[in-house]
């Protein structure tokens, strides 16, 4: 990744550093989210409704990435302040990058292979996820409390 800080105003004042960039991000489902009315239930189906993925972290790791190339123009002396900088662009990056690569629909797929299983032996049920239930519907029956 480059990082330019350019000042077109000032002759020679232009500042770039280049860097190898290792960084990691984590995609999950934040299931605190869910309430009561986003799980339906009939015979040996629930539906459940779960919050749409999210970006829980993006880190860039510094040990592991490194400072190629460090130009700071005339009368710049924080090289520094620079890199440091250039390194919070970076997590920018890796963000970016990471939604670009479909963090999202692996962050499902990973709910569906480890949380689903997890909550059919729970419920004893089938369990269907779904991000939005516009639409989904499932007729309950009403019962009496009590009976004359």
């Known amino acids: 990744m ?7 105003w000032y002759q020679g004042g232009d500042s770039k550093t280049l860097l190898i960039v290792a960084g990691e991000a984590v995609g999950c489902i934040d299931l605190t989210k869910i309430r009561k009315e986003h799980i339906l239930e009939k015979d040996s189906v629930m539906i459940i409704q779960l919050p749409k993925p999210e970006l829980c972290y993006v880190k860039v790791n510094q040990q592991d990435s490194r400072v190629y190339e460090v130009e700071t123009g005339f009368m710049t002396f ?10 919070k662009e970076a997590e920018k ?7 670009e690569s479909n963090i999202m629909e692996q962050t499902k797929k990973n709910a569906e292979l480890i ?3 997890t909550l059919e032996q729970i419920a004893r049920k089938k369990v269907v996820f779904r991000y939005d239930l516009t639409g989904v519907k499932i007729e309950t029956e009403t019962k009496p409390i009590f009976q004359k």
């Open 78 to 87: 924080d090289e520094a302040k620079l890199i440091e900088t250039a390194y």
């Open 2 to 8: 480059e990082y330019k800080v350019d000042r077109p």
């Open 115 to 117: 949380l689903k299983p």
């Open 93 to 99: 990056q890796v963000a970016k990058t990471a939604l």
